[in-house]
């Protein structure tokens, strides 16, 4: 992984289960049964990783409890310490005192509604958002760095204290730093807030990584 190219006495390690859409339907939350979630960590855990994280959105629209759920989950049965791609955007946002965000996000309007709802419930305010309307999870990886520019310049009109890029499949992390000088504004994209948060489970430091926006330094 490029971000983490300068620390060498860190590793990564990954493994996946198959989610191809995100929807609200039966078969799309269904793709994010603990279950199979949990024996994707225990898969890693046979590499002795210190820090299992779940690089995935899901819980913005499921509910943080799911995560919460699957960290204790994953901690019980490997040891390993356990975040996730939500859990560590909260922690940040809390941390820096992120109030009032935008939000940018690939998904359909009912998904992009659900986030608004659950981040909502725990004290933020959207004030601004932004989506493509896309389902398919593979169709993220093909959004244009254009298109990410657009909407973030977008929701940053309205002054948020930080802006959240939500999905782990949108080439969103190589552009945070040209963005964040372009706008002044602070950008929590959900890869950069997980490896931030595995990286302090770890124990190292993170104002070690360079080159990927603010939250390595704040």
Not at 178 to 207: F, K
Request: with cysteine; aromatic share 8%; charged share 20%.
């Amino acid at each position: 992984m490029q971000m983490l190219g300068r620390l060498d006495e860190v590793s990564v390690h990954f493994s996946r289960f198959r989610v191809t859409e995100i929807t609200l339907s039966e078969r799309g939350l269904g793709q994010f049964d603990q279950a199979r979630r949990l024996a994707a960590a225990e898969l890693l855990a046979d590499a002795q990783v210190n820090v299992i994280a779940w690089n995935g959105t899901s819980a913005g629209w499921l509910g943080f409890d799911h995560d919460e759920l699957l960290c204790q989950a994953i901690e019980n049965d490997t040891g390993a310490r356990a975040t996730t791609s939500i859990l560590a955007n909260v922690e940040l946002f809390r941390r820096n005192g992120v109030r009032r965000y935008g939000l940018v996000t690939p998904y359909t309007g009912d998904v992009q509604a659900k986030i608004i709802e659950n981040f909502a419930n725990a004290g933020f305010e959207c004030v601004a958002e932004a989506h493509l309307g896309i389902s398919d999870n593979f169709s993220f990886s093909e959004v244009k760095a254009s298109d990410l520019r657009r909407l973030t310049e977008q929701v940053a009109r309205t002054a948020p204290d930080g802006i959240a890029i939500i999905c782990t499949n949108l080439a969103a992390a190589p552009l945070v730093e040209s963005i964040e000088a372009d706008l002044d504004v602070t950008i929590y994209d959900s890869i950069a807030v997980v490896v931030h948060q595995s990286l302090e489970l770890a124990g190292v430091d993170v104002s070690r990584v360079k080159g990927w926006g603010r939250i390595f330094s704040l």
